[in-house]
């Protein structure tokens, strides 16, 4: 199994863009290389959301590729599909939303841990192999599992912030 597979930050650029404020403090984003679509923007993070929606229009999510008909990601040898998509743009945004829900899980996940610990799974990700584990492994896991997942880290959060 890849473990290798990249966790975004949705409050950074996407790979390979940047933003940048203008000297009139308007923002612009594009790739490194050129500004893609000629807009500015009263503030940054609507320039980091046009730049995250025209990123992932045009990309796949990290260790995922997606074909018209259906949406599947690679683990190896392993092809797991996630339901049928009538063309590449329903499939990408299917895959995309995979990917973010099971991010934000990974993210909710590491504060709690902050919160309860003093610091991230990330942090000893090396030495835990549960925290090891969960990413990328998360990214395989049905909606179910996360369901039932995500109430569980949701009561932890609970738990921890009502003593």
């Given at each position: 199994?890849?473990?290798?597979?990249?966790?975004?930050?949705?409050?950074?650029?996407?790979?390979g863009y940047e933003l940048t404020q203008l000297d009139d403090?308007?923002?612009?984003?594009?790739?490194t290389s050129e500004w893609l679509d000629g807009t500015s923007y009263e503030d940054r993070s609507a320039a980091?959301?046009?730049?995250?929606?025209?990123?992932?229009?045009?990309?796949?999510?990290?260790?995922?590729?997606t074909i018209k008909g259906?949406?599947?990601?690679?683990?190896?040898?392993?092809?797991?599909?996630n339901g049928r998509c009538d063309d590449q743009v329903e499939a990408r945004a299917a895959a995309w939303r995979w990917y973010w829900r099971?991010?934000?899980?990974?993210?909710k996940t590491m504060e709690v841990a902050?919160?309860?610990?003093?610091?991230?799974?990330?942090?000893?990700?090396?030495?835990?192999?549960?925290g090891a584990a969960l990413w990328p492994d998360i990214l395989t896991w049905s909606?179910?599992?996360?369901?039932?997942?995500?109430?569980?880290?949701?009561t932890a959060a609970w738990k921890h912030a009502h003593g």
């Amino acid at each position: 199994m890849r473990t290798d597979i990249e966790r975004l930050d949705r409050n950074k650029p996407p790979p390979g863009y940047e933003l940048t404020q203008l000297d009139d403090g308007m923002w612009w984003w594009g790739e490194t290389s050129e500004w893609l679509d000629g807009t500015s923007y009263e503030d940054r993070s609507a320039a980091l959301a046009a730049a995250r929606a025209y990123y992932q229009a045009r990309n796949d999510p990290p260790g995922m590729f997606t074909i018209k008909g259906l949406t599947c990601w690679t683990w190896g040898d392993a092809m797991h599909e996630n339901g049928r998509c009538d063309d590449q743009v329903e499939a990408r945004a299917a895959a995309w939303r995979w990917y973010w829900r099971r991010k934000d899980a990974w993210d909710k996940t590491m504060e709690v841990a902050r919160a309860a610990f003093g610091k991230t799974l990330a942090d000893t990700v090396s030495a835990e192999p549960v925290g090891a584990a969960l990413w990328p492994d998360i990214l395989t896991w049905s909606d179910e599992k996360m369901a039932s997942y995500e109430a569980q880290v949701a009561t932890a959060a609970w738990k921890h912030a009502h003593g």
